[in-house]
């Protein structure tokens, strides 16, 4: 295994064509949005995402969804306390942390739980910023009905109503950075990091749901900058400012990512791949 010798910046571009990105349950589960009408997706979204592609790739995990468990255990205490035992020192118990779940030294993780005297957290070296969309979304609802009963005995109401909402489309620009002291601390590889870059230009493979149809979501582009040392010749504000997306002439609602002009702009000794989508 390589260690992570240089940092890293990235930014994933996202598009979202009648799809529910990221609901919020404070509000009827519409799609998030900010007060200027631009589309969100939460950096815990993204980061649920990214677990998923990690189990995915046969990679172990410690925050698992209770969709996609794939041990026996019912609660992260409990992964936790047979998995790595009982705390001895907060090091130790850190480190075998990382060593066994490739989420948790990539995220970080605090382990707290009511069995134990102490909690142990691990600070992990990738971070996701909240991704925002280029232009202001049109959030869309549509009514459905319930046409079958749904226990003994209950009378077919196909008048019963409820909500589904989407973004009609939004290109959306997720942010992240690599930062190689954290990763020195965790054991995070340069494999690691390939890894990272696999799951992200897959994001939505597996991911579809009645709220995302398959389809709904693709990821248009990963810009992956690396740096020529540890620390970055350059501030990550920096490197993500570097990505220009600007509407067309002419267009006024977006439909798809070709009604954007996307243009990268260069830094010295900076190193820039792009990977496209699937």
């Known amino acids: 295994m390589s260690k992570l010798m240089n940092k890293i910046d990235f930014i994933v571009l996202v598009s979202a064509t009648m799809a529910n990105v990221n609901g919020d349950p404070l509000n009827g589960n519409r799609p998030r949005t900010d007060y200027n009408g631009f589309g969100e997706m939460s950096d815990v979204c993204i980061k649920r995402k990214i677990r998923n592609r990690m189990q995915d790739m046969g990679n172990k995990i410690f925050v698992q969804s209770d969709d996609k468990t794939t041990d026996e255990f019912t609660s992260l205490s409990e992964r936790a306390t047979k998995t790595l035992g009982k705390i001895k020192t907060k090091e130790e118990y850190a480190e075998k942390a990382c060593a066994e779940w490739l989420d948790v030294r990539t995220f970080g993780q605090v382990f707290a739980f009511k069995a134990d005297s102490v909690s142990v957290g691990v600070r992990g070296p990738v971070s996701i910023h909240q991704a925002v969309s280029a232009s202001p979304v049109e959030i869309q609802s549509m009514q459905i009905t319930k046409s079958v009963n749904g226990e003994p005995g209950e009378k077919k109401a196909s008048d019963t109503m409820g909500m589904k909402h989407f973004v009609r489309f939004g290109l959306y620009k997720i942010k992240g950075s690599i930062n190689v002291q954290l990763a020195e601390k965790t054991g995070f590889t340069e494999e690691d990091a390939e890894t990272i870059k696999e799951c992200l230009r897959t994001l939505f493979v597996n991911d579809a749901s009645s709220a995302r149809p398959d389809g709904s979501m693709e990821v248009i582009r990963v810009y992956w900058w690396k ?37 990268v702009n260069e830094l010295p000794d900076l190193a820039l791949e792009v990977i496209d989508g699937i």
Request: proline content about 3%; hydrophobic content about 25%; glycine content about 6%.
């Open 227 to 263: 740096h020529n040392c540890k620390d970055g010749q350059y501030s990550s504000a920096k490197v993500h400012k570097l990505l220009n997306i600007t509407l067309n002439e002419g267009v006024i609602e977006p439909s798809s990512a070709d009604d954007y002009s996307i243009t």
